[in-house]
């Protein structure tokens, strides 16, 4: 069926990297935007970027410049969100989410698939 | 980046009433204003799309309206499962963002 599965939860140092995978299936992988959304315990959605499936192109909030990184793998159906420089405020549930335009379109919408979360501590 | 302020913050409701959360935005965005609907420990759901198009699936007690800079969320006739929270999303533009979010507590 259609769905996005995310890795396992992470338990990292401060000043350490976390790599959170997004894997698609029950559709064609590259047709649709994908995002990533963090929220930290207790508090709100935050938007952290956007990639293309299809090319690799990248958008990022302002906030995490630098120290984020999206890429996928097409040949899994698979997206990655990379944070560096992990700091205690970094803790929060990572979710991706399928946007429900198609790329072809050149312009992005609401989000019509959520994985189930991924959750990253950072603690020394 | 646009600014979506959401209220109230939180509401403490009894079924069957009628609630309004309300999401305004820093500048214009069309209709392209989204709701979802977040339970403990699970994803969002969506709930309404493009300002008041309903989605397949979800209740039709839940409806939407507005455009431009001024939205609504109304839930008729409350039920104990819309205990959540509730979020607004525009994606006229990169960034997109979300409103802080609407608590709901059912008494």
């Known amino acids: 069926q259609v769905q996005l599965v995310q890795s396992g939860a992470e338990v990292k140092k401060p000043g350490a990297s976390v790599k959170v995978s997004c894997k698609a299936s029950?559709?064609?992988?590259?047709?649709?935007?994908m995002h990533w959304v963090r929220q930290a315990p207790g508090q709100g959605l935050e938007w952290m970027g956007i990639?293309?499936?299809?090319?690799?192109?990248?958008s990022y909030a302002q906030k995490f410049q630098g120290r984020v990184t999206m890429t996928r793998e097409t040949s899994t159906s698979t997206i990655y969100l990379e944070l560096s420089s992990l700091r205690s405020e970094d803790t929060a549930v990572y979710f991706c989410?399928?946007?429900?335009?198609?790329?072809?379109?050149?312009?992005?919408?609401?989000?019509?698939?959520w994985g189930q979360g991924t959750l990253v501590t950072v603690s020394s | 980046e646009i600014v979506l302020t959401q209220s109230p913050d939180f509401q403490s409701v009894t079924p069957k009433e009628k609630v309004t959360i309300t999401c305004r935005a820093s500048?214009?965005?069309?209709?392209?204003l989204h709701w979802y609907q977040q339970k403990p420990d699970q994803s969002p759901k969506l709930l309404i799309n493009?300002?008041?198009q309903s989605i397949s699936g979800v209740p039709s007690r839940f409806s939407g309206s507005g455009s431009g800079t001024d939205f609504t969320l109304t839930i008729n006739s409350l039920e104990a499962e819309d205990a959540a929270t509730y979020y607004c999303?525009?994606?006229?533009?990169?960034?997109?963002?979300f409103g802080q979010g609407t608590k709901l507590e059912i008494k």
């Open positions: 989410a399928r946007d429900h335009q198609i790329v072809v379109r050149g312009i992005t919408g609401y989000f019509d698939l």
């Open positions: 029950g559709y064609t992988f590259t047709n649709y935007y």
């Open positions: 990639i293309n499936p299809s090319g690799g192109s990248t």
């Open positions: 500048q214009s965005i069309g209709i392209s």
């Open positions: 493009y300002a008041s």
């Open positions: 999303h525009q994606t006229t533009s990169l960034p997109h963002s």
